[in-house]
């Protein structure tokens, strides 16, 4: 992961989540693995038709969503990258199944997180609303 970092950038927060559409439920979205092809933005195009989980990166300059590895961890293919300027958590829904919805210009993702990684959820969303 340190190869996609910018000079000086630091990673604030890493967590893996299935990444669906933006208006998606927690239900559909655990249900389609985050596949929804079709979107008319290139951003969200990249974001969704990356397969399964992916890796969320939460730098002090922008979002990296990365590929992820059969055990959880960051894949080698950076998926897609959004600045922080650009990018705003537009909802958060904590529970056993957990979505934060992130909307940038041109769009947006539902992030889903099983139980097993609401620490990571709850970090994420901390961290986007500072």
Known sequence: ??????????????????????????????LSRGIVPGIANAVTDAIHNSTGAQVVVATDQ???????????????ELVTIVPRDLLSLAESKLGTVSVLRL???????????????KAGAVALAAELRS
């Open 1 to 30: 992961m340190a190869r996609y970092l910018g000079s000086g950038e630091q990673p604030r927060v890493a967590t893996r989540a299935t990444v669906g559409a933006f208006d998606a439920s927690r239900l559909a979205t655990v």
């Open 62 to 76: 922008r979002v990296l969503f990365l590929s992820c590895t059969f055990w959880g961890g960051p894949g080698d």
């Open 103 to 117: 909307s940038f210009a041109g769009g947006g993702v539902s992030l889903t997180f099983p139980r097993i990684d």
